[in-house]
């Protein structure tokens, strides 16, 4: 089993819909974890960390479900700009992140 | 003011050459890091420094040693290059602890001919 997987996609949707991108991880110690967004042929970047009781940044929220190991980022309102891959990311010690292989997201007019 | 940055950003060489990236952050990180992000865009990462000594050597073979003369600098470099090395290497740098995130540097994209 992956140490983190996500469904590469891509997810095809108009611009204003809701998305909603999901992603497990294997290894139950796992404490920290977070979404990248990567544009095509650049580097990743952080786009928000995930905590326990869920958070929100403006059209983005992000939940935790430590019990079933799953992570989840739901992006409302879509954007034309919003069309990137994102990265689900966790840690597993104090000195690296696993990163998942990323879903694809494309918002079309 | 770019916060960690590499160069070159892109390196075209021949099978069995040796060559160098280069890695700064001016975050004031103690830890540094370098990914590999293949065709299949999978980002793994291949080692972690922490104040200039060796933390993580992920079953990397050993043509690839890093190099890190202090905590802002780790230079990655690579002898007798395989095709198999063509990809994009990620420099990253992180403040001590769980829950932060990593800083990436815009990449290093390797073709081996």
């Known amino acids: 089993r992956k140490e983190v997987e996500q469904d590469p996609g891509p997810f095809n949707v108009p611009e204003g819909a809701t998305v909603a991108f999901n992603c497990t991880y294997s290894n139950s110690a796992s404490q920290s974890f977070f979404w990248y967004r990567q544009d095509c042929r650049k580097e990743p970047k952080l786009l928000m960390s995930v905590y326990s009781s869920g958070n929100e940044d403006g059209r983005f929220t992000a939940q935790l479900n430590r019990a079933s190991q799953y992570i989840s980022l739901l992006i409302r309102d879509s954007k034309l700009s919003d069309s990137a891959t994102y990265l689900c990311?966790?840690?597993?010690?104090?000195?690296?992140?696993?990163f998942g292989t990323g879903t694809r997201l494309q918002v079309f007019p | 003011d770019t916060a960690v940055s590499q160069t070159p950003k892109y390196l075209v060489t021949q099978m069995g050459n040796d060559k160098s990236i280069k890695c700064e952050q001016n975050l004031g990180h103690d830890t540094m890091y370098w990914y590999k992000q293949d065709s299949k865009k999978f980002l793994k990462i291949m080692f972690s420094?922490?104040?200039?000594?060796?933390?993580i050597n992920e079953t990397v073979p050993n043509r690839f040693s890093p190099k890190s003369p202090d905590k802002a600098h780790l230079n990655l470099h690579i002898n007798s290059l395989e095709l198999g090395d063509s990809a994009v290497y990620f420099c990253?740098?992180?403040?001590?602890?769980?829950?932060?995130?990593?800083?990436f540097g815009s990449g290093t994209r390797l073709t081996v001919v």
């Open positions: 990253a740098s992180s403040p001590p602890g769980l829950y932060y995130g990593y800083t």
């Open positions: 990311v966790v840690n597993v010690n104090t000195d690296k992140l696993i």
């Open positions: 420094y922490n104040n200039k000594e060796l933390i």
